[in-house]
């Protein structure tokens, strides 16, 4: 992913109106530019102290941060910040709106490269299914965040783990990296995270997309793709149900009805993965 950063940063460089805090250019082995600390953590890193939670957490991430606030500030739940008014301190609300703009944008791009052959549907099926809430509560999870936030006394017990606060937390943990260390800091995250994401995203996808695996299969094992028509509909307008049939070639291997085309060649395409002996019954 590091090859994109910096025609993606060119782009969005041009958009009317964007503005961003200037982020160093870094590789694994190189230090931030001077009079900054925020690097690539490596291996040879000493490890942090249990006394030092930020410590551990950076290593987790593999990234030092040059402002550690900005860490802080991604962990702050609101109820710490309504419990000691006064003090300046910031919720992770703003980080977790940014953060949800780099993530699309860094996982748009993997799967753009990803996958030079996909269409924009299932590009967007694929991102789709990475980006929603209970993906981003594994994320979380894997980097074990929720014993990392900053919450009020009140909610501290019952929150660590709540679907929507990790989600939350996640998204601004990744705005705050790419304020520390723009989409670089990012994608040194994700790169690591991604590819697992990834392939549970597929596996789930091929369950839920019959239409998909039939194509893959015919495609690879006989040479065509699968071609769906409609025979019959019944039924007034506002209730009609409709018939297709599924071709590969001049045989007609599935049916499906439904309340709409879609519905029904989806139901086409899972009867014929029934027939061909691709899917159970």
């Avoid at 782009?11 to 600390?37: D, K």
């Avoid at 410590?55 to 991430?61: D, Q, T, Y």
């Avoid at 998204?171 to 995250?189: I, N, P, R, S, T």
């Amino acid at each position: 992913m590091g090859v994109l950063r910096s025609r993606i940063e060119r782009l969005l460089g041009n958009l009317p109106g964007w503005r961003r805090e200037p982020s160093p250019s870094l590789t694994r082995s190189e230090e931030a530019p001077s009079g900054s600390t925020g690097t690539v953590r490596e291996e040879a890193t000493p490890p942090a102290s249990p006394e030092d939670p930020l410590g551990l957490l950076e290593e987790r991430l593999g990234w030092s941060f040059r402002n550690p606030e900005r860490l802080r500030e991604a962990l702050t739940h609101r109820s710490y910040v309504n419990e000691h008014p006064g003090e300046g301190i910031r919720d992770n609300e703003r980080l977790e709106f940014l953060g949800d703009a780099v993530l699309q944008l860094v996982v748009s791009a993997e799967l753009f490269h990803r996958f030079p052959e996909w269409p924009e549907g299932r590009l967007t099926a694929l991102r789709t299914a990475l980006i929603r809430g209970e993906q981003l509560v594994a994320l979380a999870e894997a980097l074990e965040l929720g014993r990392f936030l900053r919450l009020g006394k009140g909610e501290a017990e019952g929150t660590r783990t709540r679907p929507s606060i990790l989600a939350d937390a996640f998204e601004a943990l990744l705005g705050a990296l790419y304020l520390d260390g723009g989409l670089v800091a990012a994608e040194a995250l994700l790169s690591r995270l991604l590819p697992e994401a990834i392939a549970q995203a597929l596996e789930g996808l091929e369950r839920h997309d019959p239409k998909g695996r039939l194509q893959q299969w015919s495609q690879a094992v006989r040479g065509r793709t699968p071609v769906y028509e409609v025979v019959a509909v019944e039924g007034p307008p506002h209730a009609a149900r409709f018939t297709v049939h599924v071709r590969i070639g001049e045989e007609v291997v599935g049916e499906g009805r439904g309340t709409s085309k879609r519905e029904a060649t989806r139901e086409a395409a899972r009867d014929a993965l029934r027939r061909l002996g691709l899917e159970g019954e």
